[in-house]
Nanobody
Framework: QVQLVESGGGLVQPGGSLRLSCAAS????????MGWYRQAPGKQRELVAD????????NYADSVKGRFTISRDNAKNTVYLQMNSLKPEDTAVYYC??????????WGKGTLVTVSS
């Protein structure tokens, strides 16, 4: 089992920045892929970005490329999402997601990001 706790959401003006954090605990040795999804009101949950255990491979949604950066600190069992140049359409609940080496999926409870003036 892996437990995930997100933090860092909040209200920010368009063009601003936020950094989300997700701390993992439990069977940490089994984590393969860590990432972030988001779900806006009335829309399906979508992948924002993910990163492999080594940190050498990352993947981004086209809508966030060049603005968001995913990173991880394996010593702290934490994955981060640096979000810059935020737009109103980035408003959503952001969920931390982990895939274990046994192909199990784990989700955090989510953190709300609101981009509004």
């Amino acid at each position: 089992q892996v437990q995930l706790v997100e933090s860092g959401g909040g209200l920010v003006q368009p063009g601003g920045s936020l950094r989300l954090s997700c701390a993992a605990s439990g069977s940490i040795f089994s984590i393969y892929l860590m990432g972030w999804y988001r779900q806006a009101p009335g829309k399906q949950r979508e992948l924002v970005a993910d990163i492999t255990s080594s940190g050498r491979s990352t993947n981004y949604a086209d809508s966030v490329k060049g603005r968001f950066t995913i990173s991880r600190d394996n010593a702290k069992n934490t994955v981060y999402l640096q979000m810059n140049s935020l737009k109103p359409e980035d408003t959503a609940v952001y969920y931390c997601h982990v895939i274990s080496t046994g192909a199990m999926n784990y989700w955090g409870k989510g953190t709300l990001v609101t981009v509004s003036s």
